[in-house]
Structures are given as C-alpha cells and as structure tokens.
C-alpha cells in the first residue's frame, strides 16, 4: 500500500504561482500512474493532471492546461504540481492521487492522500 502527504499549499495572490509535493511511502511508487485532483467548496471533486509511471505522458484538465505542470521523480518516490498564472477559480483542497485510471469519462484512483488547502485571492 502507498501513503500519499501533500505539502506546499497556501495563500497567493491572483496571478502568482505554488508549487505542491506529494511524498509517496512504499517501494512500488514508481510503478503507478499519479495524480493531482481538487475539489472546491460546494463542488465534487474533480482531475486536475496524471503522468505515468516513468514520466512519458501527462495528461491535464482543461481548466489547467498551459499553467499546471505536473512531474515526478522516482527516486525521490515524489510528485509534485508547479501552478502558474492562479485564478480565483482554483482555489480547492488538492489531492494526490496514487494508481489513477480511466472509467468512462472520468478519472479514478485507487487511494488518496489527505490534501493541502489552496487559496488564490482576486
């Protein structure tokens, strides 16, 4: 099994940048797909990005496209999400997703960790 700890969360202003980090446990890390969902206030959760298992293909929400970018260094059992150009409309808890897959037309994930709260004022 693999314990998910995200940290890097925080306060910005419109406009700045954060970047989170998602320390992984467990020596299978390198073998899953990972991933970063969100959810807001009021809303369900929702995908933000995925990247394989050796870094090959990263997938992205449309909301994030072009401003998040997520990575992973395997030796370091560690993903993380640079967030540039912050709006409003991101502010969320953040998830780090382990073992993230396609059903239908939704992304899943096979566990999570306990997420780290972003706030973006205007």
């Known amino acids: 099994q693999v314990r998910l700890v995200e940290s890097g969360g925080g306060l910005v202003q419109a406009g700045g940048s954060l970047r989170l980090s998602c320390a992984a446990s467990?020596?299978?890390?390198?073998?899953?797909?990972m991933g970063w969902f969100r959810q807001a206030p009021g809303k369900e959760r929702e995908f933000v990005a995925t990247?394989?298992?050796?870094?090959?293909?990263?997938n992205y929400a449309d909301s994030v496209k072009g401003r998040f970018t997520i990575s992973r260094d395997n030796a370091k059992n560690t993903v993380y999400l640079q967030m540039n150009s912050l709006k409003p409309e991101d502010t969320a808890v953040y998830y780090c997703?382990?073992?993230?897959?396609?059903?239908?037309?939704?992304?899943?994930?096979?566990?999570w960790g306990q997420g780290t709260q972003v706030t973006v004022s205007s």
């Open positions: 997703a382990v073992d993230v897959y396609r059903y239908l037309a939704n992304y899943q994930a096979r566990d």
């Open positions: 990247i394989t298992w050796n870094g090959g293909v990263k």
């Open positions: 467990g020596r299978t890390f390198s073998s899953y797909t």
